[in-house]
C-alpha cells in the first residue's frame, strides 16, 4: 500500500525532503492500529523504544541504549564542567556537537523506521519481525523440526544395524562415519570428542572455574587466557557435534536411496566439491586465535581490576601489595568518566579522534579525486611522470617520510632556520611546531594529505576510466555545463564505486597510529592530572595507558577506551554503509 504522501511528494530538495516524512509519517498514522500509533509516538521522544514495539527489537534495544548514553554523557559533562573541572573549550564544542548530531540522527532514524515499519504492516496486516534473536530461534526451531521429521523417517526406512548406529551416534562422535567407511570425517570427529574431553577433564574444567571466580594472585594472563581456551574448544566441540548427526543421518539416507558410500567418493568429495571448506580452515583458526580471542580478552580485562596503576580508592591487581585479580563489574568505566582527569582526557582525546578522523578522510579524498580529474584532462601532457612521482610518494616507506617531516618543523629544523635567516622571526622566537598544539593538529593533518592523497588519485584515475562516455556525450548534447556533469555524473558515479573504500579510510584514520605516534608521539600531556597529550587520538592514548605510564600500566582502563574504539568503528562502519547507495542501490549503477 502507498500513502497519499508518498504518491504527492518525490523529494528533490532538503525541504521536500522534510515535508515527505512529514506527510508520509501522518498517513501511516491515521491507518495504523491503536497499538502502532503508540509505537510510533513513543519513538519520537525515545528513539528505540518505539522501534523495538514495531518489531527491530535489537535495533530498538542498542538505539535506546545509545540514547541514553548520549544524554548522561552530555549532562555529566556539562555538570564536570559548572564544577570547575579543566576541560577544554574546543573540545567540549566538539563534543556537544557530535553528541547533538548524534541524538539528532537517532531521532531522524526512528522516526524513519515508524514509517517503514508502519507501511509494511499496511501492506498485510502483519508485523515484519527483523529481529536477529527471533530469525535465529525460528530457524533453530526449524531446524530442530526438520532434524526430528528426517530422522524419523531414516530411522523408520532403514535396517536394525543403521538403527543402531543412529543410536551409538548420539554418544560418540566418528563411529558412524567408521562404519560407512567415511575414515577421514570419522578419525576427526573422534579425535575431536576425545581430545576436548580429555582437555577438560586434566585441566580444561578447572580452568573455567578460575575464570569464573577469578581470584588470583599470581599468573593472571593464564587465568584468562586458558579459560577463554576451554570455553572456546566446547563451543567448537557442541558445533562438531552437530555437524556429525546431520553427517551421520545424510549418510542413512543415501544408503536408503540405494546410493554407494565409498571411501573413493569421500576424497573425491574433499577435493571436488568440499575443497573450499577445507581451505578456510586455517584462516578461521587464524581469525579466532589472532583477532576473536584478543577481543574476549580485551573485553573481559575491562571487567577486572587488572592494573598495576595505583588509583586511591580501587585496589587493583598487584601481587605485591595482597591484591588479587578479581571481577570488579563497571569499575573501570566508573573511573573513566568519575575520575576528572580521565573525563578530561576522555573529552579531549574523543574530540580531537573525531575531527582527526573526519579531516583526515576528506582531505585525502577530494585531495585525490582533485588531482585525478586534472591529469585525466587531455590538456595535461606527461601524464606518466606526474603519476609517477605520485606513485614513488606512496611506495616511500611511511615513517620515513613522517620523521623526515618531522625533523624539518622541529626546533633547529630547517623550516625554523629559513624562518630566522629571512628575519620573519626572531633567533630566540623559534616556533615550537610540535609543543603547540593547535599547530601540531594542523600540520598533523596537513602533512597526512601528502601521505594519503597519492592514493587516493591513483584509486580516482582507475574509477574514472569505467565511468560510460555515453554519459558525457548525452550531456554534452543536453548543453550541461562541466560542473554540471561533474555534480550530476561524474561524482556521483565515484562516490557510489568508493563509499566502501571511504568507509573503510574513516575507521582506519580512528585507528591511525603512526602518523599521530610519529610526528608527536601523541604531544605533551594536556593536564598534569592526566595521560594523554594534546594530539593523542584514542589508539595513541590506549598506547601510552599500556606502555608509557611509567611502570604503572592501566590495563583495565585501556581496555574501557578499547572497547569504546570498537564500538565507534563498527557502529560507523555498519550504519553509513547500510544507508549508502553502494548498498541500497546497487542496481541502479549496473
Known sequence: METTALKKYRPSSFLERILYGIYAWRDVYEASDGYAKAAMIVNLPLPGVGTAMLGRLEKGMLAFLAYFFVWFLAIYVGIEKAMGTEIDTFSLVVLYVVLAAAVGFMVVSGFNTSIRKGQERLKDGKWHPESVFQKGAKSIAHGFRKYVSDYRNAYRATGEKNRVLLILSFFVMGIGELFFRQVVKGLVYLFIQVGVIFYLVLRGAADIGTLFALNVLDSPNSAFVYGIIAIALIVFLLFAYLSHLKAILGLVKEENEG????????????????????????????????????????????????????????????????????????????????????????????????????????????????LALLLNKKAVKGKVIYRSIFVVAMALPQFVSLLVVRSMFDRYGIVNNILVETGLIASDARIMFWEDGNWAKFLIILINMWVGIPYYMLLMSGLLLNIPKDLYEAADIEGASGWQKFTSITFPQIFFMTTPVLITSFVNNINNFNVIWFLTGGGRVATISGTAGNTDILITWLYKLTFQSGGQPDYNLAAVVGIIMFVISATCSLVIFQRSKAYNAEEEYR
Open 259 to 370: 546410493k554407494e558410500v565409498t571411501l573413493r567418493g569421500e576424497l573425491s568429495s574433499y577435493i571436488n566439491d568440499k575443497f573450499p571448506v577445507l581451505a578456510l580452515i586455517i584462516p578461521v583458526l587464524g581469525a579466532v586465535t589472532f583477532t576473536i580471542l584478543p577481543i574476549i580478552f580485551m573485553v573481559l580485562t575491562a571487567f577486572t581490576n587488572y592494573s598495576y596503576k595505583t588509583v586511591p580508592g580501587y585496589e587493583n591487581y598487584n601481587p605485591n601489595r595482597g591484591f588479587p585479580l578479581r571481577w570488579t563489574g563497571f569499575e573501570a568505566f566508573e573511573r573513566l568518566f568519575a575520575d576528572n582527569s580521565s573525563l578530561v582526557d576522555m573529552v579531549n582525546v574523543f574530540g580531537w579522534t573525531i575531527i582527526w578522523a573526519i579531516f583526515a578522510t576528506f582531505t585525502c579524498y577530494f585531495g585525490g579525486l582533485l
